[in-house]
Nanobody, 124 residues
Framework: QVQLVESGGGLVQAGGSMRLSCSASGRYLGTYAMGWFRQTPGKERELIARMRWNAGSTYYVDSVKGRFTISRDNTKTTVYLQMNSLKPEDTGVYYC?????????????????WGQGTQVTVSS
């Protein structure tokens, strides 16, 4: 079973940038769809960005389009979320998720493997 670990979170000022990493401990992720989710207290976990297994199709929630980019390294063992022009409303716990299945919707239930999350806080 693939195990995911997020890193790169922390505190950043509004307008700044941050890159989150999702490590699979050297495991090959080339056949997995990867998603980044965000959760804040009192809200449902929301899909922020998604990359299908072949990296040929990406999805971004409207609120981050043009600011966030999901990508994968050449070894296909790490997935990144580059976040630019950060806003206070981007604050939350970011989770990396993966599934070997074809993703169809933005629902968290599409994903079988989850990391523990990394906190991102954007100050005003």
């Amino acid at each position: 079973q693939v195990q995911l670990v997020e890193s790169g979170g922390g505190l950043v000022q509004a307008g700044g940038s941050m890159r989150l990493s999702c490590s699979a401990s050297g495991r090959y992720l080339g056949t997995y769809a990867m998603g980044w989710f965000r959760q804040t207290p009192g809200k449902e976990r929301e899909l922020i960005a998604r990359m299908r297994w072949n990296a040929g199709s990406t999805y971004y929630v409207d609120s981050v389009k043009g600011r966030f980019t999901i990508s994968r390294d050449n070894t296909k063992t790490t997935v990144y979320l580059q976040m630019n022009s950060l806003k206070p409303e981007d604050t939350g716990v970011y989770y990396c998720a993966a599934t070997p299945k074809l993703v169809i919707t933005a629902a968290p239930s599409e994903y079988e493997i989850w990391g523990q999350g990394t906190q991102v806080t954007v100050s005003s």
